[in-house]
T-cell receptor, first 114, second 115 residues
Framework: DVKVTQSSRYLVKRTGEKVFLECVQD?????MFWYRQDPGLGLRLIYF???????EKGDIPEGYSVSREKKERFSLILESASTNQTSMYLC?????????????FGNGTRLTVT | AQTVTQSQPEMSVQEAETVTLSCTYD???????LFWYKQPPSRQMILVIR??????QNATENRFSVNFQKAAKSFSLKISDSQLGDAAMYFC????????????FGKGTKLSVKP
């Protein structure tokens, strides 16, 4: 089974802090994604990457950046955390385009910014 | 831009009964894929079922089946013989064929199962 591991299940940070959310997958997937999940809004794409050192903005990239130095690891960075970034963050991975392969998700990181 | 709409924020079903969750989508593409994901309280997103747009036959996975109406751009999920473990958030998702794999999600339907 594909395993996508997010480093923290719960995280509490202060406003203005730089925050790193880490995600590792063990299936050699090319594609990796960061979503944000908020009640009533569903999942919204922040960034995705289809190769090492490659990244593409999603629908809500403002206030976030990403890093993909190794194929298995995709990091989400909050440069200066703000209270409106309090949310659930979900990482996912998949095989490349053109296939009906689904996204495989991690267990999520619930981030609270105070 | 493609959109996915789930018009039922919450649904309830009696154990052992059948329930249908609705999903509509908007696209001008002919090549795409549709998915239903389940998210129980554990937060783990689990793939329930998938459908390729070029296939006319509705996908089925055990107690889960879809009613895929391509012309109407409708993709509903039917859960038969509902079980307590089916209680979860259900998300409908769309992916354009040839894309990098990003899914566009609906806002979700919270399903409760009554014993």
């Amino acid at each position: 089974d594909v395993k996508v591991t997010q480093s923290s299940r719960y995280l509490v940070k202060r406003t203005g802090e730089k925050v790193f959310l880490e995600c590792v997958q063990d299936m050699d997937h090319e594609n990796m994604f960061w979503y944000r999940q908020d009640p009533g809004l569903g999942l919204r794409l922040i960034y995705f990457s289809y190769d090492v050192k490659m990244k593409e903005k999603g629908d809500i990239p403002e206030g976030y950046s990403v890093s993909r130095e190794k194929k298995e690891r995709f990091s989400l960075i909050l440069e200066s955390a703000s209270t409106n970034q309090t949310s659930m963050y979900l990482c996912a991975s998949s095989r490349p385009r053109g296939l009906s392969s689904p996204l495989h998700f991690g267990n999520g990181t619930r981030l609270t910014v105070t | 831009a493609q959109t996915v709409t789930q018009s039922q924020p919450e649904m309830s079903v009696q154990e052992a009964e059948t329930v249908t969750l609705s999903c509509t989508y908007d696209t001008s593409e002919s090549d795409y894929y549709l998915f239903w994901y389940k998210q129980p309280p554990s937060r783990q997103m689990i793939l329930v079922i998938r459908q390729e747009a070029y296939k006319q036959q509705n996908a089925t996975e055990n107690r889960f089946s879809v009613n895929f109406q391509k012309a109407a751009k409708s993709f509903s999920l039917k859960i038969s013989d509902s079980q307590l473990g089916d209680a979860a958030m259900y998300f409908c998702a769309y992916r354009q064929g040839g894309s990098q794999g990003n899914l566009i999600f609906g806002k979700g339907t919270k399903l409760s199962v009554k014993p």
